[in-house]
């Protein structure tokens, strides 16, 4: 007979651990407390980004969540768009961040430092004045959340038969068995992915951990004129500090660092970087800030919107200019500098947890991991 799972939580992290299992012949069955996924999954930019991961162990699962994106996209007809993303630079610090990152990446990659005109040719929408050059990368992929993590569920349902009970919240796990209220459900492995949220569920094996929550504020633009592309989404300098990815391009980074944070401070206090990415619709969808903390205040405030569009509108102009909607959303993230946090808190209970900023980026090749072994919980 074969072995059975639960998986807690419908966002990506959960949907991945439950495709991981599923192909690993576990029967899966994903509980979620909402009638559909509500959380991160459907509030971010769908940016499947190796370019942010560093060189080894994260890129390659980068590479590998990328690669289930494409086949799963294919295979199900998901609306997604692989053009790319081009990094503007608009002085000298961001263009030698941009030439020593594609010095030391090394040939294999898909990277091209551009020209300005060569950046134009790519991407209409891009500001011309002062612009230096940029960089083009090959390897990001766009997903549209809302659309994608329904579709995805759907995808999982149909080709590996993973049940899903909507409107269930597990109030407690005790020995394969988690509690919903009226309903019990029991598996000889749980697997909870329960985001955000986490205290929710066993909160004491969290309480050891430096684990906080970061809040972001987006928004998006549109409706564009039928038919207008962005082309590869696009991200100014101050991404060029936010991905660790970029820490290959060594003391350039140091530099850029020092003018960024003398000409742009509130930005570094707000957390702010600035990325356009189009989806399905044609809108654009643009962000972002972090601010972290243990808890946050559920509005947004209008000046990080200000800072965001002030800053966007500097290196790009679009056809329709006006927000047709604003929102925040929230992440798990470890302050240690882990990328993710896998635990065994009882025998057949994991929680996998706190991908940050990267859960649609990593979370395919992450639970692959886990299922196949790696973490030593399977
Ligand atoms: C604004 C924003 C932009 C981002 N942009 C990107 C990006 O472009 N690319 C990228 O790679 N990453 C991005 N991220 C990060 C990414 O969205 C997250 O890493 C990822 O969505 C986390 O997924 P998750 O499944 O852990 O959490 P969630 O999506 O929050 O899912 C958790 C689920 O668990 C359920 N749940 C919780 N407790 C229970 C319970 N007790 N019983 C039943 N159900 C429960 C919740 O209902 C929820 O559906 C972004 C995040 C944000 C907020």
């Not at 769908?46 to 942010?52: D, S």
């Not at 919903?180 to 951990?209: H, M, T, W």
């Not at 962000?287 to 205040?297: K, L, R």
């Amino acid at each position: 007979m074969n072995r059975s799972a639960i998986v807690i939580g419908a966002g990506i992290v959960g949907l991945a651990t439950a495709r991981a299992l599923a192909i690993s012949g576990y029967e899966v069955m994903v509980i979620d407390r909402s009638a559909f996924a509500t959380g991160a999954s459907v509030r971010n930019f769908g940016m499947v980004w190796p370019i942010g991961q560093p060189e080894g162990l994260l890129r390659e699962r980068a590479l590998r969540t990328r690669a289930v994106w494409e086949s799963i996209c294919k295979e199900s007809g998901m609306w997604n768009d692989p053009s790319g993303s081009l990094h503007l630079a608009y002085c000298e610090s961001e263009m030698e961040v941009l030439e020593n990152f594609i010095r030391k990446s090394g040939k294999e990659r898909s990277y091209r430092l551009l020209t300005s005109s060569e950046v134009m040719k790519k991407s209409s929408c891009v500001v011309h004045h002062g612009l230096r050059g940029g960089l083009y990368s090959a390897d990001e992929l766009i997903v549209d959340p809302p659309n994608a993590i329904s579709r995805l569920a759907a995808f999982l349902q149909e080709k590996y038969s993973v049940r899903f009970s909507w409107n269930t919240h597990a109030h407690s796990i005790e020995q394969g068995r988690v509690s919903c209220g009226k309903v019990n459900y029991e598996a000889d492995e749980v697997f909870i992915c329960s985001g955000a949220d986490f205290r929710n569920l066993l909160p004491e094996s969290f309480i050891q951990e430096p684990i906080t929550i970061c809040k972001l504020q987006m928004m998006r633009l549109g409706p564009q004129p039928a038919g207008w592309q962005l082309g590869p989404s696009l991200c100014g300098g101050l991404s060029l500090l936010h991905y660790a990815g970029f820490r290959l391009a060594g003391s350039s980074l140091e530099g850029l660092r020092e003018y960024i944070v003398s000409k742009y401070p509130d930005y570094v206090r707000w957390g702010i970087h600035v990325m356009v990415a189009q989806h399905a619709s044609g809108e654009l969808v643009i962000g972002d800030s972090h601010e972290y903390g243990d808890s946050h205040d559920p509005f947004d405030k209008a000046f990080i919107n200000r800072m965001i569009l002030e800053y966007l509108f500097g290196f790009a102009r679009f056809p329709s200019e006006s927000i047709s909607a604003s929102w925040n959303g929230q992440y798990s993230k470890l302050t240690d500098g882990r990328t993710e946090l896998v635990l065994r808190p009882a025998p057949g209970v994991t929680i996998i947890n706190a991908l940050g900023g990267a859960g649609m980026t990593m979370s395919f090749g992450l639970a692959e991991e886990v299922v196949g072994g790696r973490y030593g919980v399977l």
